[in-house]
């Protein structure tokens, strides 16, 4: 799924949900449903691409997604997750929906998040 996303996705969108997704895109499209979840999230993210980016986001983004800022920085990590929260959550929901048919990892990290939502309650 990386390869394919960074071939449909192009621009900081696309950059973007690799930095905060790689670890889930790991597995191949082998199956109809996969297909089509892909599919819808792929033009779910599309839908976005005219969102817009600071220069201090962009910068971000692409040092992050080329790997020249390897290192973590919480002052960075905020601002990226503060443009996500404020762009993406709408969609958050739908997403992760996609996500959960799309990776099997994804999947269990999302039941554990869900169940730990319950404890709380």
Known sequence: MKKQLNRVL??????LFAIYYSNFLNEPIDTKEKEEAWSKLVRLLDSLEEMYYTEEVREIINKRYSKLD????????????????KNFTPIFQDIEKHLCILSSRFKKFDAILNSEGDIDK
């Open 10 to 15: 192009l621009g900081n969108i696309g950059k």
């Open 70 to 85: 390897i290192r973590k920085s919480k002052e960075k990590d905020k601002i990226l997750q503060q443009f996500m929260l």
